[in-house]
């Protein structure tokens, strides 16, 4: 199946700094990317949605100026948490779909974030 | 909320028995995807069934649905202690919705 890999797979950082996480489709040009937050024991709750080279949009509750999306390619989109605070700290996922709604996600491996 | 819901939330079984885990959703779907996710990692693809399909196979997986009372089952045969993960169900929304929501899930663990 199509692979799609996030940076980093883990990240420490100090409270008040922004930290950027990449998502990458490696073998195929993804129209719409997702992301997603896991918290421990918990299910994934679908932060937004980016489609290359237009606007995220946000789930309700999410805020936009928080986590800033960048879905700047067909191959690549980042999630960029600022100013990240300890209730951050969360598993944050990405998938990519090549084309229309009936086309398969794929998932990423996900990236650890923990802030101090 | 088209959340699905899983039930039951935890399940241990020995070794070699089945497992069978139930998804109930709220709205009309597209399709309906099974996912297995392993603790601390992402998320593996188990199966999609389609809204207008009733069962499907793949291998010691067998997943049903009902559209009619808006739930699915997956079944795992003869179970290992690899299956031993979280087992999430995820609906599409349906119409000209494209997202994908996940329920959840069931921990499964099996018993050596």
């Known amino acids: 199946g199509a692979v799609v890999s996030q940076h980093p797979s883990r990240v420490i950082c100090k409270s008040g700094t922004s930290v950027k996480i990449e998502c990458r489709s490696l073998?195929?040009?993804?129209?719409?990317m997702f992301w997603y937050r896991q918290f421990p024991k918990k299910s994934l709750m679908l932060m937004a949605t980016?489609?290359?080279?237009?606007?995220?949009?946000?789930e309700q509750g999410v805020e936009k100026d928080k986590f800033l999306i960048n879905h700047a390619s067909l191959t690549l989109s980042t999630l960029t948490v600022t100013s990240a605070h300890p209730e951050d700290s969360s598993f944050y996922i990405c998938?990519?779909?090549?084309?229309?709604?009936?086309?398969?996600?794929?998932f990423g491996p996900g990236t650890r974030l923990t802030v101090l | 909320s088209q959340q699905g819901e899983e039930d039951p939330q935890a399940l241990s079984i020995q070794e070699g028995e089945n497992a069978t885990m139930n998804c109930s959703y709220k709205?009309?779907?597209?399709?309906l995807q099974w996912y297995r996710q392993n603790s601390g990692r992402g998320l593996v693809h188990l199966i999609l069934?389609?809204?207008?399909?009733r069962e499907k196979h793949s291998g010691r997986l067998r997943v049903t649905l009902d559209t009619s009372k808006k739930s699915s089952s997956l079944l795992i045969t003869a179970s290992r202690a690899a299956d031993t993960a979280s087992y999430f169900c995820?609906?599409?929304?349906?119409?000209?919705?494209?997202?994908?929501?996940f329920g959840k899930g069931t921990r499964l663990h099996i018993l050596p």
């Open positions: 995820a609906t599409d929304g349906g119409n000209r919705d494209d997202k994908i929501i």
């Open positions: 073998d195929f040009q993804a129209t719409t």
């Open positions: 980016s489609n290359e080279g237009s606007k995220a949009t946000y």
């Open positions: 709205t009309s779907i597209n399709n």
């Open positions: 998938s990519a779909r090549a084309g229309s709604s009936t086309d398969t996600q794929y």
């Open positions: 069934i389609r809204s207008n399909e």
